[in-house]
């Protein structure tokens, strides 16, 4: 197959499996939330000491940035995560995780929600 005929057949599947309005939000402040997947690589037991006192300086700083952590998976030995966030741009992720002293592997920006019914 054609890498272009494959190009449009996955957007086309990937529009019909898509939530409506999935492609961003309203921040309150009437900005746009787009939703990032955000990989990290960790020492091993790096992540083994963050309590609620690391989790609110992380939310604290993200928020001065306008970014909001969704939520985080972790793999079976904790060194690499898998995070979903929500922010005005890229760059505000990226620099969230600066603040906070996070590695950034990779920043991909993931509009479309697909659901399994």
């Known amino acids: ?28 402040q009437g900005g746009i939330m787009h939703r990032y997947l955000i990989e990290r690589t960790f020492p091993a037991g790096a992540l083994d000491g963050i309590d609620a006192t690391a989790k609110e300086k992380v939310n604290r700083n993200n928020a001065s940035l306008g970014v909001r952590w969704l939520q985080s998976y972790a793999n079976a030995r904790k060194t690499r995560t898998f995070c979903i966030y929500e922010g005005p741009s890229e760059d505000a992720v990226r620099e969230a995780a600066h603040l906070n002293g996070l590695p950034v592997d990779s920043v991909t920006e993931v509009p479309v929600t697909l659901t399994p019914n």
Do not use: H, N, Q, S
């Open 1 to 28: 197959m054609k890498p272009w005929i494959a190009l449009a057949m996955a957007t086309l599947l990937t529009d019909a499996f898509a939530e409506p309005g999935a492609t961003a939000v309203a921040d309150p």
